[in-house]
Protein backbone atom coordinates (compact mmCIF):
# COMPACT_ATOMS: atom_id res chain seq x y z
CA UNK A 1 0.00 0.00 0.00
CA UNK A 2 2.61 2.26 0.26
CA UNK A 3 3.98 2.11 -3.15
CA UNK A 4 2.38 5.41 -4.05
CA UNK A 5 0.18 4.02 -6.75
CA UNK A 6 -2.99 3.23 -4.50
CA UNK A 7 -6.33 6.02 -4.36
CA UNK A 8 -8.69 5.76 -2.38
CA UNK A 9 -12.08 7.17 -3.09
CA UNK A 10 -14.43 7.41 -0.05
CA UNK A 11 -18.23 7.52 -1.03
CA UNK A 12 -19.73 9.32 1.89
CA UNK A 13 -18.73 11.89 4.69
CA UNK A 14 -19.77 11.04 7.86
CA UNK A 15 -18.16 8.94 10.63
CA UNK A 16 -17.40 5.89 8.87
CA UNK A 17 -15.74 7.97 5.89
CA UNK A 18 -13.82 10.54 7.85
CA UNK A 19 -12.83 8.70 10.29
CA UNK A 20 -11.05 6.64 7.46
CA UNK A 21 -9.63 9.33 5.34
CA UNK A 22 -8.24 10.32 8.41
CA UNK A 23 -6.35 7.62 9.61
CA UNK A 24 -5.60 6.99 5.93
CA UNK A 25 -4.08 10.29 5.18
CA UNK A 26 -1.94 9.80 8.76
CA UNK A 27 -0.47 6.63 7.65
CA UNK A 28 0.49 7.44 3.57
CA UNK A 29 0.61 11.11 3.65
CA UNK A 30 1.27 11.45 -0.25
CA UNK A 31 -1.74 9.41 -1.02
CA UNK A 32 -4.94 10.45 -3.14
CA UNK A 33 -7.62 10.32 -0.93
CA UNK A 34 -11.01 11.50 -1.87
CA UNK A 35 -14.29 12.29 0.22
CA UNK A 36 -17.54 12.28 -2.07
CA UNK A 37 -20.58 13.49 -0.42
CA UNK A 38 -23.49 15.50 -1.32
CA UNK A 39 -23.63 17.74 1.24
CA UNK A 40 -20.69 20.17 1.97
CA UNK A 41 -19.05 19.16 4.88
CA UNK A 42 -19.78 23.06 6.28
CA UNK A 43 -23.28 22.87 5.18
CA UNK A 44 -26.17 23.77 7.65
CA UNK A 45 -27.60 20.91 7.17
CA UNK A 46 -26.82 17.13 5.92
CA UNK A 47 -28.37 13.76 5.82
CA UNK A 48 -25.63 12.43 7.16
CA UNK A 49 -27.09 9.90 10.66
CA UNK A 50 -24.08 11.22 11.94
CA UNK A 51 -24.61 15.10 11.50
CA UNK A 52 -26.55 16.02 14.74
CA UNK A 53 -26.62 17.47 17.69
CA UNK A 54 -25.27 15.50 20.06
CA UNK A 55 -24.74 11.59 20.05
CA UNK A 56 -23.89 9.18 22.98
CA UNK A 57 -20.28 8.32 23.62
CA UNK A 58 -20.61 4.99 25.74
CA UNK A 59 -18.85 2.01 26.15
CA UNK A 60 -22.08 -0.23 27.71
CA UNK A 61 -22.36 -2.78 25.55
CA UNK A 62 -22.51 -6.52 26.41
CA UNK A 63 -21.02 -7.60 23.40
CA UNK A 64 -17.28 -7.70 24.13
CA UNK A 65 -16.19 -6.27 21.18
CA UNK A 66 -18.17 -3.11 21.28
CA UNK A 67 -17.47 -2.56 24.72
CA UNK A 68 -13.47 -2.82 23.73
CA UNK A 69 -13.70 -0.73 21.03
CA UNK A 70 -15.97 2.25 23.00
CA UNK A 71 -13.50 2.15 25.49
CA UNK A 72 -10.12 2.70 23.19
CA UNK A 73 -12.70 5.57 21.57
CA UNK A 74 -13.27 6.93 24.64
CA UNK A 75 -9.98 6.99 25.68
CA UNK A 76 -8.80 9.09 22.34
CA UNK A 77 -11.88 11.50 23.32
CA UNK A 78 -11.01 12.44 26.70
CA UNK A 79 -7.07 12.41 25.66
CA UNK A 80 -6.19 13.68 22.26
CA UNK A 81 -6.34 17.47 22.29
CA UNK A 82 -7.67 17.02 18.19
CA UNK A 83 -10.97 14.92 20.18
CA UNK A 84 -11.48 16.56 23.65
CA UNK A 85 -13.49 19.58 22.84
CA UNK A 86 -16.16 17.81 21.74
CA UNK A 87 -16.98 15.61 24.00
CA UNK A 88 -18.99 15.92 27.65
CA UNK A 89 -18.41 13.31 30.24
CA UNK A 90 -22.20 13.69 32.30
CA UNK A 91 -22.41 9.92 33.42
CA UNK A 92 -24.95 7.38 31.85
CA UNK A 93 -28.24 5.60 33.73
CA UNK A 94 -29.73 2.81 31.86
CA UNK A 95 -32.74 0.98 33.18
CA UNK A 96 -32.81 -2.53 32.37
CA UNK A 97 -35.21 -5.44 32.17
CA UNK A 98 -33.06 -7.99 31.07
CA UNK A 99 -29.46 -9.09 31.92
CA UNK A 100 -27.79 -6.20 30.02
CA UNK A 101 -26.57 -4.23 33.16
CA UNK A 102 -24.90 -7.26 34.87
CA UNK A 103 -23.45 -8.23 31.48
CA UNK A 104 -21.74 -5.14 30.84
CA UNK A 105 -20.00 -5.04 34.46
CA UNK A 106 -19.23 -8.16 33.61
CA UNK A 107 -17.04 -7.27 30.29
CA UNK A 108 -15.56 -4.29 32.33
CA UNK A 109 -14.39 -6.83 34.72
CA UNK A 110 -12.74 -9.46 31.82
CA UNK A 111 -11.31 -6.14 30.02
CA UNK A 112 -9.40 -4.92 33.35
CA UNK A 113 -11.15 -1.69 33.47
CA UNK A 114 -11.53 -0.04 36.91
CA UNK A 115 -14.63 1.99 36.41
CA UNK A 116 -17.02 3.09 39.32
CA UNK A 117 -19.86 0.98 36.83
CA UNK A 118 -22.56 -0.50 39.08
CA UNK A 119 -25.88 -1.71 39.30
CA UNK A 120 -28.42 -0.03 41.73
CA UNK A 121 -31.98 -1.09 42.67
CA UNK A 122 -34.90 1.00 41.37
CA UNK A 123 -35.67 2.55 44.93
CA UNK A 124 -32.10 3.93 44.62
CA UNK A 125 -32.37 5.20 41.09
CA UNK A 126 -35.32 7.16 42.21
CA UNK A 127 -33.73 9.05 44.78
CA UNK A 128 -30.68 9.83 41.83
CA UNK A 129 -29.86 13.50 40.45
CA UNK A 130 -32.28 15.29 43.18
CA UNK A 131 -35.47 12.38 42.19
CA UNK A 132 -34.94 13.09 38.50
CA UNK A 133 -35.84 9.88 37.83
CA UNK A 134 -38.31 9.45 40.69
CA UNK A 135 -41.61 9.26 38.10
CA UNK A 136 -40.15 7.38 35.38
CA UNK A 137 -41.66 4.31 33.95
CA UNK A 138 -39.70 1.04 35.78
CA UNK A 139 -42.24 -1.52 34.83
CA UNK A 140 -40.70 -4.63 34.02
CA UNK A 141 -37.05 -3.42 35.23
CA UNK A 142 -34.65 -5.49 36.98
CA UNK A 143 -31.87 -3.41 38.06
CA UNK A 144 -30.29 0.02 36.61
CA UNK A 145 -26.65 0.34 35.56
CA UNK A 146 -24.85 3.61 36.36
CA UNK A 147 -21.51 3.91 34.83
CA UNK A 148 -20.49 7.89 35.48
CA UNK A 149 -17.70 7.32 32.75
CA UNK A 150 -19.82 8.21 29.92
CA UNK A 151 -21.32 11.05 27.92
CA UNK A 152 -22.09 12.40 24.83
CA UNK A 153 -20.31 14.30 22.12
CA UNK A 154 -20.66 17.42 19.62
CA UNK A 155 -21.66 15.05 16.70
CA UNK A 156 -22.09 18.16 14.03
CA UNK A 157 -19.51 19.83 15.33
CA UNK A 158 -17.23 17.29 15.52
CA UNK A 159 -17.92 15.87 12.12
CA UNK A 160 -17.05 19.57 10.88
CA UNK A 161 -14.35 19.92 12.42
CA UNK A 162 -12.40 16.38 11.77
CA UNK A 163 -13.49 16.77 8.01
CA UNK A 164 -11.51 20.28 8.11
CA UNK A 165 -8.65 18.67 9.85
CA UNK A 166 -8.20 15.84 7.22
CA UNK A 167 -8.97 18.57 4.26
CA UNK A 168 -6.12 20.49 6.23
CA UNK A 169 -3.82 17.25 5.78
CA UNK A 170 -4.44 16.55 2.32
CA UNK A 171 -7.50 14.95 2.08
CA UNK A 172 -9.77 15.80 -1.18
CA UNK A 173 -13.36 16.54 -0.70
CA UNK A 174 -16.19 16.59 -3.45
CA UNK A 175 -19.71 17.90 -3.30
CA UNK A 176 -21.59 15.42 -5.68
CA UNK A 177 -24.35 12.81 -5.46
CA UNK A 178 -23.25 9.42 -6.74
CA UNK A 179 -25.38 7.92 -9.12
CA UNK A 180 -23.58 4.54 -10.06
CA UNK A 181 -20.33 2.96 -9.51
CA UNK A 182 -17.95 2.25 -12.10
CA UNK A 183 -17.84 -1.82 -12.69
CA UNK A 184 -16.29 -3.87 -15.47
CA UNK A 185 -17.69 -6.88 -16.48
CA UNK A 186 -15.84 -9.26 -15.10
CA UNK A 187 -16.40 -7.16 -11.38
CA UNK A 188 -13.25 -4.42 -11.30
CA UNK A 189 -14.39 -1.68 -9.39
CA UNK A 190 -12.38 1.45 -10.95
CA UNK A 191 -14.61 4.49 -9.15
CA UNK A 192 -17.82 5.96 -9.41
CA UNK A 193 -20.20 8.28 -11.94
CA UNK A 194 -21.57 11.18 -10.56
CA UNK A 195 -25.71 12.27 -11.21
CA UNK A 196 -24.03 14.68 -13.30
CA UNK A 197 -22.13 12.28 -15.34
CA UNK A 198 -19.17 12.97 -14.19
CA UNK A 199 -16.59 10.29 -13.33
CA UNK A 200 -13.93 9.59 -10.09
CA UNK A 201 -11.41 6.87 -10.63
CA UNK A 202 -9.64 5.00 -8.05
CA UNK A 203 -7.62 1.84 -7.06
CA UNK A 204 -10.25 1.20 -4.12
CA UNK A 205 -13.31 2.26 -3.54
CA UNK A 206 -14.87 2.82 -0.33
CA UNK A 207 -19.01 2.65 0.32
CA UNK A 208 -19.53 4.68 3.55
CA UNK A 209 -22.88 5.86 2.06
CA UNK A 210 -24.83 4.74 5.77
CA UNK A 211 -28.75 4.66 4.53
CA UNK A 212 -27.39 5.71 0.76
CA UNK A 213 -25.78 2.20 0.83
CA UNK A 214 -28.50 -0.26 -0.75
CA UNK A 215 -29.85 2.59 -2.79
CA UNK A 216 -26.12 2.59 -4.64
CA UNK A 217 -25.62 -0.88 -4.74
CA UNK A 218 -28.89 -1.75 -6.08
CA UNK A 219 -28.58 0.62 -8.94
CA UNK A 220 -25.02 -0.19 -9.49
CA UNK A 221 -25.78 -3.97 -9.69
CA UNK A 222 -28.54 -3.39 -12.41
CA UNK A 223 -26.87 -0.79 -13.96
CA UNK A 224 -23.67 -3.16 -14.38
CA UNK A 225 -25.32 -6.70 -15.35
CA UNK A 226 -23.94 -7.33 -11.90
CA UNK A 227 -26.77 -8.67 -9.17
CA UNK A 228 -24.25 -10.04 -6.51
CA UNK A 229 -23.12 -6.66 -6.54
CA UNK A 230 -26.68 -5.52 -4.49
CA UNK A 231 -26.60 -5.59 -1.14
CA UNK A 232 -29.71 -8.01 -0.54
CA UNK A 233 -30.57 -8.96 3.04
CA UNK A 234 -27.46 -7.88 4.48
CA UNK A 235 -28.61 -4.04 4.69
CA UNK A 236 -31.39 -1.98 5.11
CA UNK A 237 -31.97 1.88 5.35
CA UNK A 238 -34.07 2.71 8.42
CA UNK A 239 -35.06 5.89 9.95
CA UNK A 240 -35.75 7.15 13.69
CA UNK A 241 -36.95 9.74 14.95
CA UNK A 242 -35.10 12.36 17.37
CA UNK A 243 -36.73 16.12 19.14
CA UNK A 244 -35.53 18.61 21.21
CA UNK A 245 -36.90 20.70 23.63
CA UNK A 246 -35.52 24.15 24.51
CA UNK A 247 -35.36 24.71 28.40
CA UNK A 248 -36.32 28.24 29.73
CA UNK A 249 -34.54 29.75 33.12
CA UNK A 250 -37.05 27.91 35.36
CA UNK A 251 -36.30 24.58 34.18
CA UNK A 252 -32.64 24.39 33.10
CA UNK A 253 -31.23 24.25 36.61
CA UNK A 254 -32.67 20.56 36.97
CA UNK A 255 -31.39 19.38 34.22
CA UNK A 256 -28.30 21.27 33.27
CA UNK A 257 -26.04 18.16 35.15
CA UNK A 258 -27.98 15.51 34.05
CA UNK A 259 -26.57 12.24 32.70
CA UNK A 260 -27.23 10.41 29.27
CA UNK A 261 -30.88 8.07 30.43
CA UNK A 262 -31.88 5.14 28.79
CA UNK A 263 -34.93 3.25 28.84
CA UNK A 264 -33.96 -0.93 28.20
CA UNK A 265 -36.16 -3.17 26.83
CA UNK A 266 -35.92 -7.08 25.46
CA UNK A 267 -35.67 -7.94 22.29
CA UNK A 268 -39.44 -8.56 22.06
CA UNK A 269 -40.33 -5.22 23.53
CA UNK A 270 -38.60 -3.20 20.94
CA UNK A 271 -35.61 -1.01 20.81
CA UNK A 272 -33.91 1.04 23.91
CA UNK A 273 -34.47 4.52 23.76
CA UNK A 274 -32.77 7.44 25.03
CA UNK A 275 -32.53 11.35 26.54
CA UNK A 276 -29.49 13.34 26.24
CA UNK A 277 -28.27 16.79 28.64
CA UNK A 278 -29.63 19.85 27.66
CA UNK A 279 -26.43 21.47 25.26
CA UNK A 280 -24.63 23.65 26.98
CA UNK A 281 -24.99 26.52 24.92
CA UNK A 282 -28.34 26.22 23.49
CA UNK A 283 -30.18 24.68 26.55
CA UNK A 284 -31.71 22.32 24.10
CA UNK A 285 -32.42 18.57 25.42
CA UNK A 286 -33.00 15.51 23.35
CA UNK A 287 -34.90 12.38 22.65
CA UNK A 288 -35.33 9.81 20.03
CA UNK A 289 -38.18 7.64 19.88
CA UNK A 290 -39.08 3.92 19.65
CA UNK A 291 -40.80 3.33 16.23
CA UNK A 292 -37.88 2.37 13.72
CA UNK A 293 -39.54 2.21 10.21
CA UNK A 294 -37.91 1.24 6.79
CA UNK A 295 -39.04 3.38 3.18
CA UNK A 296 -39.63 0.62 0.78
CA UNK A 297 -39.69 2.28 -2.39
CA UNK A 298 -38.83 1.54 -6.30
CA UNK A 299 -35.40 2.85 -6.93
CA UNK A 300 -35.36 1.69 -10.27
CA UNK A 301 -38.35 0.10 -12.41
CA UNK A 302 -39.23 -3.27 -10.92
CA UNK A 303 -36.36 -2.82 -8.04
CA UNK A 304 -37.56 -2.29 -4.45
CA UNK A 305 -35.47 -1.80 -1.52
CA UNK A 306 -35.78 0.32 1.71
CA UNK A 307 -33.89 3.73 0.69
CA UNK A 308 -34.39 7.43 2.22
CA UNK A 309 -37.13 9.53 0.71
CA UNK A 310 -35.60 10.92 -2.87
CA UNK A 311 -35.04 14.38 -2.21
CA UNK A 312 -32.09 16.47 -1.57
CA UNK A 313 -32.23 16.08 2.28
CA UNK A 314 -33.86 13.00 2.49
CA UNK A 315 -37.04 14.83 3.81
CA UNK A 316 -35.65 14.97 7.38
CA UNK A 317 -37.19 17.90 9.07
CA UNK A 318 -40.36 16.53 7.09
CA UNK A 319 -42.20 14.75 11.12
CA UNK A 320 -45.39 13.31 10.91
CA UNK A 321 -47.71 13.86 14.43
CA UNK A 322 -47.26 10.04 15.00
CA UNK A 323 -43.46 10.51 14.86
CA UNK A 324 -44.09 13.78 16.96
CA UNK A 325 -45.97 11.58 18.97
CA UNK A 326 -42.40 9.46 19.36
CA UNK A 327 -41.22 12.04 21.14
CA UNK A 328 -43.41 12.88 23.36
CA UNK A 329 -44.23 9.11 24.87
CA UNK A 330 -40.35 9.13 25.25
CA UNK A 331 -40.37 12.51 27.56
CA UNK A 332 -43.13 10.88 29.18
CA UNK A 333 -41.39 7.44 30.01
CA UNK A 334 -38.32 9.60 31.39
CA UNK A 335 -39.94 11.77 33.18
CA UNK A 336 -43.68 11.17 34.11
CA UNK A 337 -45.69 14.66 34.45
CA UNK A 338 -42.06 16.85 35.46
CA UNK A 339 -42.05 17.79 31.43
CA UNK A 340 -45.62 16.83 29.87
CA UNK A 341 -45.98 20.87 29.21
CA UNK A 342 -42.60 21.66 27.76
CA UNK A 343 -43.02 22.75 24.01
CA UNK A 344 -41.00 20.41 21.52
CA UNK A 345 -39.23 22.66 19.51
CA UNK A 346 -37.23 20.53 16.95
CA UNK A 347 -37.78 17.05 14.89
CA UNK A 348 -35.27 15.27 12.88
CA UNK A 349 -35.87 11.94 11.29
CA UNK A 350 -32.12 10.31 11.08
CA UNK A 351 -31.29 7.49 8.45
CA UNK A 352 -28.76 4.74 8.71
CA UNK A 353 -27.85 1.83 7.69
CA UNK A 354 -28.98 -1.60 9.94
CA UNK A 355 -27.87 -5.01 9.15
CA UNK A 356 -29.90 -8.12 11.62
CA UNK A 357 -27.17 -8.03 13.99
CA UNK A 358 -26.44 -4.66 14.42
CA UNK A 359 -22.73 -5.52 13.68
CA UNK A 360 -21.12 -3.27 11.46
CA UNK A 361 -20.23 -4.44 7.67
CA UNK A 362 -16.29 -3.56 7.51
CA UNK A 363 -15.17 -6.11 4.43
CA UNK A 364 -14.14 -6.26 0.70
CA UNK A 365 -17.34 -6.77 -1.48
CA UNK A 366 -17.11 -10.76 -2.50
CA UNK A 367 -18.34 -9.69 -5.69
CA UNK A 368 -16.22 -6.96 -7.06
CA UNK A 369 -12.23 -6.32 -6.55
CA UNK A 370 -11.46 -2.79 -5.73
CA UNK A 371 -14.81 -2.21 -3.48
CA UNK A 372 -15.20 -2.33 0.07
CA UNK A 373 -17.89 -1.48 2.50
CA UNK A 374 -17.53 -0.10 6.13
CA UNK A 375 -20.83 1.12 7.15
CA UNK A 376 -24.01 -0.61 8.70
CA UNK A 377 -23.74 1.48 11.50
CA UNK A 378 -27.52 0.86 12.81
CA UNK A 379 -27.50 3.51 14.79
CA UNK A 380 -24.67 3.20 17.87
CA UNK A 381 -21.60 4.00 15.40
CA UNK A 382 -21.25 8.05 15.89
CA UNK A 383 -19.29 7.03 19.50
CA UNK A 384 -16.51 5.35 17.43
CA UNK A 385 -15.43 7.75 15.17
CA UNK A 386 -12.19 8.56 16.90
CA UNK A 387 -11.22 4.68 15.93
CA UNK A 388 -13.58 2.97 13.44
CA UNK A 389 -11.12 4.21 10.32
CA UNK A 390 -8.03 2.37 12.22
CA UNK A 391 -9.68 -0.68 11.42
CA UNK A 392 -11.22 0.02 7.96
CA UNK A 393 -7.49 0.61 7.10
CA UNK A 394 -6.45 -2.70 8.30
CA UNK A 395 -8.86 -4.43 6.57
CA UNK A 396 -7.98 -2.00 3.48
CA UNK A 397 -4.45 -3.79 4.05
CA UNK A 398 -5.81 -7.05 5.04
CA UNK A 399 -4.54 -7.00 8.29
CA UNK A 400 -7.96 -6.64 10.44
CA UNK A 401 -7.83 -9.67 13.19
CA UNK A 402 -9.84 -12.64 12.26
CA UNK A 403 -12.06 -12.37 15.02
CA UNK A 404 -13.04 -8.96 13.23
CA UNK A 405 -12.86 -9.85 10.00
CA UNK A 406 -15.29 -12.39 10.91
CA UNK A 407 -17.89 -10.51 12.73
CA UNK A 408 -17.93 -7.46 10.31
CA UNK A 409 -17.98 -9.68 7.23
CA UNK A 410 -19.84 -8.88 3.65
CA UNK A 411 -20.64 -13.13 3.47
CA UNK A 412 -21.83 -14.27 6.62
CA UNK A 413 -24.26 -15.82 8.82
CA UNK A 414 -26.56 -13.31 9.60
CA UNK A 415 -29.23 -13.88 12.83
CA UNK A 416 -33.59 -13.40 12.20
CA UNK A 417 -34.62 -9.59 12.53
CA UNK A 418 -36.69 -11.06 15.00
CA UNK A 419 -33.83 -11.08 17.36
CA UNK A 420 -32.85 -7.42 16.84
CA UNK A 421 -34.82 -5.06 19.12
CA UNK A 422 -33.35 -2.60 16.90
CA UNK A 423 -34.03 -3.81 13.46
CA UNK A 424 -36.52 -1.51 11.33
CA UNK A 425 -40.31 -3.16 11.69
CA UNK A 426 -42.32 -0.43 10.42
CA UNK A 427 -43.57 1.34 7.08
CA UNK A 428 -42.67 4.91 6.32
CA UNK A 429 -45.60 5.16 4.66
CA UNK A 430 -48.15 3.54 7.28
CA UNK A 431 -46.63 6.49 10.08
CA UNK A 432 -47.33 9.49 7.86
CA UNK A 433 -49.81 12.37 8.16
CA UNK A 434 -53.32 11.36 5.99
CA UNK A 435 -53.05 13.42 3.10
CA UNK A 436 -55.44 16.65 2.61
CA UNK A 437 -58.19 16.76 0.23
CA UNK A 438 -60.41 19.85 -0.87
CA UNK A 439 -63.44 20.45 -0.26
CA UNK A 440 -65.27 22.06 -2.88
Same mark, same amino acid.
Given at each position: ??S??E???I?G?G?? #????A??????Y??????L?D???Y? +?????A??W????VV???? !?D???CKL??E????FK????????Y????????C????????I?NY??????S??R?V?IEEA??? /?GGL???A?????K !??LI?PNAGW???? !???R???????E??????V? %?????L??? !?G???G?I????????????V?? +?G??????????A???????????F?????G?????AK?D??????Y????V?F? #? /??????????? $?P???D?? %??K????T???NT??????H????P????D?G???V??R $????I?YA?QV??? %????????S???I?????????D????PHS???????AT?????G????P???????Q???????P?????????????D?V?SP?W?????K???DP?R????
Open positions: MAGKSYLVAVF #GVSTYYLIKKPHASVTVRDAD +ADSRVASDWNKRADY !DIVYGLAQDISDPLWQPYHETGLIWTRDNFARNVQKRLGRKDIATRKL /YLDQDYTGV !DVNGAAG !DSLGITRKVILGVRYEA %EVATLLSE !DQCSLTSEGRTIKATHTIC +AAYTPTLLERSVNSGLPNVAAGRLVAGITTGMLDESHPAASMPIQ #G /YTAKQGPFIGS $LPTPSR %EMWWGPIFKREVLPGYVSSPAKPYQWESK $LKDDKNFYG %EKTAHWPLKFRCWDAFTTSGFIISASKGLYIGGSFHYKFFVIGKYVVMLEGQLSELTTKWAWDRQRPPLDPRFEMDLLATSKL
